[in-house]
């Protein structure tokens, strides 16, 4: 009891100093503009409620800035996105180390991805990472920060080709043994996917909707003696089925 003590409050301390936000995309060797086709907040903080809008693309209490661009991505490639604690482009502060959990990315297809709200129906998770070395205690953000917070993301060859949100969120789960405590970071990219055989329509959830308070993924005490962890939401589609 006394070192999960010590562990919770080195995750307050955490909590305080160190957010993070998806602030650039790159794609080939272009990297684009902070906030230029990404919907960037205001505020680099969390959303802790699961039911709310605000889980599919941020918002509400951290106003995300509208963004005319859409950037195109070539279907079957792997495009990054950088993670930095603020938007400065020169600091390589990605989020602080105590802010452990899982990383993952989806899609939703929609008609204009500068216009379209995010939230509701239509995304598909096209890549995850959870607990990635169970017998270190490393987890997929620790994987992100020694990446420099460049997130690895394959675009499916697969899916139709058009207009994307692309979703990459990380959930940190220091504060997560409490309902409520597990902080999910994500910002939605504006992206037009080129060259798509659309040989797979894949199967979608809701955001708000796929998580809940009471996943496993979701409430946990991750200062116990973990032997894996159920990542939240559906299994990703496999990108590279043509």
């Known amino acids: ?8 409050l080195a ?19 272009t990297i684009t503009g902070i906030g230029q086709g990404i919907r960037d907040p205001s505020y680099d903080g969390p959303i802790t409620d699961v039911t709310s809008n605000n889980i599919a693309c941020n918002g509400g209490p951290n106003p995300t800035t509208a963004t005319s661009k ?3 991505v070539p279907a ?9 604690h603020t938007q400065q482009s020169g600091s390589n502060d990605v989020i602080d180390p105590g802010h452990k959990g899982p990383v993952m990315a989806y899609l939703k297809k929609v008609t204009n ?5 995010g939230y509701g129906s239509g995304w598909f998770k096209i890549s995850e990472a959870g607990f990635t070395n169970p017998t270190a205690g490393t987890w997929a953000v620790n994987d992100l920060i020694a990446a420099l917070g460049e997130q ?19 959930i940190a789960l220091h504060g997560a043994r409490a309902s409520g405590g597990a902080q999910f970071y994500m910002e939605c990219a504006q992206i037009n996917i080129t060259g ?15 998580y809940k308070a009471t996943d496993p993924g979701v409430l946990i005490d991750i200062y116990q003696n973990l032997k894996g962890y159920t990542i939240p939401g559906e299994s990703p589609i496999l990108y590279h089925i043509a």
Not at 1 to 8: P, V
Not at 196 to 210: D, E, I, M, N, R
């Open 152 to 170: 690895s993301i394959p675009i499916p060859e697969c899916i139709a080709p058009g207009q994307y949100l692309l979703r990459a969120e990380l």
């Open 11 to 29: 995750a307050l301390v955490g909590a305080a100093s160190s957010h993070t936000i998806f602030t650039q995309l790159t794609v080939g060797s």
């Open 1 to 8: 009891m006394k070192i999960q003590n010590t562990f919770s």
């Open 113 to 117: 991805a500068a216009t379209d709200p």
């Open 76 to 84: 079957g490639t792997t495009v990054k996105a950088r993670w930095r």
């Open 196 to 210: 798509g055989t659309g040989a797979k329509t894949p199967a979608t959830v809701s955001l708000p909707g796929a």
């Open 70 to 72: 859409i950037i195109d």
